[in-house]
């Protein structure tokens, strides 16, 4: 199926799950992982007027980059290694993966202005998946204050692929409530206004929890290899 095609038939889900919660649908930002597509694929995806592409591995954003460039907006949302953040900071809006101290040092000291990330938080204890503990968030975030070209914009975790309904919602639901925790406090370098949370798999479970970006990628995109 066309990109377009995918789209409507996401956009319809996002309804379904905004309808039922009585939140607006153009408050959710589609971000489309194109980690696994080719340039062609990422394109028909432009013009399928997604506007915010995420890509996992500094080669593959490099990659696209090159011939899309800053047409979209660029979220990085793997891993990423404090010596490899020279290679894409002045390419990304957002990253998605910011959890520890050395990666944020590195950030601050290669930007040229503030660069929007979220935390990420390992919600569901998974010794597969990096991140934060949950206790571990707030004195990280209140530790960047500092740090004058980081801006806390939100929370990220990834749910257990494999989990039942019941327990992607807890996990999507306690990362809402640590958001809204952070909000409270107020905090000038960490506004903390959005949840990155929500796959192919479990994206309208996560908007119904609070999600404002989610990250679809073979639902919207398909799972062609490059």
Request: aromatic share 6%; proline share 3%; net charge negative.
């Amino acid at each position: 199926m066309s990109v377009a095609q995918n789209l409507a038939a996401i956009n319809q889900q996002i309804n379904q799950a905004c309808e039922k919660t009585g939140r607006h649908p153009e408050d959710i930002t589609i971000i489309g992982v194109t980690k696994y597509v080719s340039v062609d694929r990422a394109q028909e995806a432009l013009e399928a007027t997604i506007s915010h592409f995420g890509e996992n591995r500094i080669e593959g954003l490099l990659n696209k980059y090159e011939q899309i460039g800053s047409k979209v907006n660029w979220h990085f949302i793997g891993t990423l290694q404090s010596r490899k953040v020279k290679e894409v900071i002045d390419k990304v809006d957002f990253i998605h993966s910011l959890d520890r101290k050395s990666l944020a040092k590195e950030i601050n000291k290669r930007a040229d202005k503030p660069v929007d990330c979220f935390v990420q938080v390992n919600v569901s204890g998974e010794g597969s998946k990096h991140g934060l503990s949950p206790d571990e968030v707030e004195p990280f975030i209140e530790s960047l204050e500092g740090y004058s070209n980081i801006r806390v914009v939100g929370l990220m975790t990834m749910a257990p692929y494999m989990g039942d309904d019941n327990q992607l919602r807890e996990i999507f639901r306690s990362l809402r409530k640590l958001r809204d925790q952070l909000q409270q406090k107020e905090l000038s370098h960490a506004p903390c206004m959005y949840l990155s949370m929500g796959m192919s798999n479990d994206y309208q479970i996560a908007i119904e929890e609070g999600a404002t970006h989610i990250r679809i990628g073979s639902s919207l995109v398909g799972p062609y290899e490059e």
